[in-house]
């Protein structure tokens, strides 16, 4: 018996059209990290999916499109998580404690360093590359801290700041370590002990600076 309140099934064209770009998706990420963004063409990718050009432009008007939405399929899992993480009704110590931690995991993983160096490799010449990467990565993490730590200053857990200040703050403090060795090609996986220690000193430093 089928409820009022049920959504109907995919039709068997709409879901083909789904699966069709996912498989876009897939191919083109795997294109932009290897190749670059310069070097990744909307015809070869077209190829390797077995369609036309036209019909790419279907599914995505132009390059940057793409490439936005590569981002965006990255970036939605790790957003939705942090959004998890960044839970109100826990104490402030251990809330920030798994935050730095999953971060600095995060950041430190093979697919977002790949991302990192494509991204600074690239933006010079191309700034939309670096435009996107911002707005969907670093902005919208910081926007989500920054509500997090503003709860936490009106509640007097926290000095009373700018919390987007203090946002990029505790990002900057998750980044100076195993990070930036990692992402120099100067240890290829960090230590998990490593990755540790980092998030620790990140929120230990900030819980002493932004102390009411």
Known sequence: MKLEHDKPALGRREARRIDRRDAILAIAATSFMEQGYSATSMSAIASAVGGSKATMWNYFPSKQA????????????????MTSLLDASGGLEETL??????????????????LHRLVHAE??????????FYERAPKTA??????FLAAAMDRGEL???D???????????????VHQQVLLGLIETPPPELVTIDAEAAMNFFLRAYAP
């Not at 981002?71 to 998580?81: I, K, M, N, Q």
């Not at 946002?167 to 980044?175: E, F, G, K, P």
């Open 66 to 81: 793409l490439f936005e939405a590569v981002l965006e399929r990255a970036t939605s899992a790790h957003h939705a998580e």
């Open 97 to 114: 404690r798994r935050f730095c931690l999953r971060f600095v995991q995060k950041i430190t993983s093979p697919p977002a360093i790949a």
């Open 142 to 147: 910081h926007a989500m801290l920054a509500r």
């Open 159 to 161: 000095r009373s700041a």
């Open 163 to 177: 919390p987007i200040r203090a946002a990029r703050t505790l990002v900057s403090l998750c980044m100076s370590g």
């Open 123 to 132: 933006s010079g010449r191309f700034p939309e590359v670096g435009q996107i």
